[in-house]
């Protein structure tokens, strides 16, 4: 069974960093994009950053300079998250595609909560 596991959210001061991950186990096939979204109170979920097998990143307006994504193997993926603000509060999720397919896995979530 698939499983993508986040980590590292938590309460932080606006201006300050928060470092989330994401493991991802249990399949036997690839990974092509692994990436973060987040979901405020009220808000629809919306794309962070992604990151695919060749390095390449995308990141949303509202982040760009702030967050950097980065990837050490097929299956982990972090998220650097400096100069935090308020807006950034959100649950944040992991999410991956298989390779091949249209096919997306999400984690679970993790809060991160940003106090002006």
């Known amino acids: 069974q698939v499983q993508l596991v986040e980590s590292g959210g938590g309460l932080v001061q606006a201006g300050g960093s928060l470092r989330l991950s994401c493991a991802h186990s249990g399949s036997d096939f690839s990974i092509s994009i692994m990436g973060w979204y987040r979901q405020a109170p009220g808000k629809q979920r919306e794309l962070v950053a992604d990151?695919?097998?060749?390095?390449?990143t995308h990141y949303a307006d509202s982040v760009k300079g702030r967050f950097t994504i980065s990837r050490d193997n097929a299956n982990t993926v972090y998220l650097q998250m400096d100069s935090l603000k308020p807006e950034d509060t959100a649950v944040y999720y992991c999410?991956?595609?298989?390779?091949?397919?249209?096919?997306?896995?999400w984690g679970k979530g993790t809060l991160v909560t940003v106090s002006s």
């Open positions: 990151v695919a097998n060749g390095g390449r």
């Open positions: 999410n991956a595609k298989r390779t091949g397919y249209n096919i997306y896995y």
